[in-house]
């Protein structure tokens, strides 16, 4: 009885060793991989990421230029964003704040026109080319 009344009144003044969490967020640590977020207007759609991830949690729509995201099954490993050959992808060093429901991310992107394309394109826009005016021809 005296050994547990004498914990109760020495946990009353020393500091705690745990936090409020999630009122109270440790600092970052560098290089923790933490929340994935996709940079939308960089990404190609090119579904490298959705191959590659390990937990399955991403969906690449190709035609119609959608990225879907689960973060609740996410391992948040870093895969993804080592391959990403756009560099679109990131990670922040917070984790993915608590929340009461699940949610699933959904980002609308453009697609982007191939090289080809953008140079036909250009060379429609382009004006005809004028034929420089010189001596007329004499018979
Ligand atoms: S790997 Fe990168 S560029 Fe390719 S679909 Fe995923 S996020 Fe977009
Ligand atoms: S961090 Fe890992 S688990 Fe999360 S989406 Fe990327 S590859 Fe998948």
Same mark, same amino acid.
């Given at each position: ?50 191959? &590659? ?7 690449? !729509?190709?035609? #119609?230029? =959608?990225?879907?995201?689960? @973060?609740? %099954? ?41 090289? &080809? ?7 429609? !826009?382009?004006? #005809?080319? =004028?034929?420089?005016?010189? @001596?007329? %021809?004499?018979?």
């Amino acid at each position: 009885m005296f050994k547990m009344t004498h914990n109760i009144l020495r946990n009353l003044v020393v500091r705690k060793s745990t936090r409020r969490y999630p009122f109270e967020v440790r600092e970052a640590f560098d290089k923790v991989r933490g929340e994935l977020v996709n940079d939308i207007v960089r990404c190609i759609f090119c579904g490298s990421c959705e191959v &590659r991830c390990p937990s399955q949690c991403i969906q690449v !729509d190709r035609k #119609a230029a =959608v990225w879907n995201y689960d @973060p609740f %099954a996410c391992v948040f490993c870093g895969v993804c964003v080592d391959i990403c050959p756009a560099k679109s992808l990131s990670q922040k060093t917070q984790y993915l704040r608590s929340v009461d429901k699940r949610i699933l991310i959904s980002m609308q992107g453009e697609l982007k026109k191939k090289s &080809r394309e953008k140079d036909k394109e250009a060379e429609k !826009d382009k004006p #005809a080319p =004028v034929e420089p005016e010189g @001596p007329a %021809a004499t018979g």
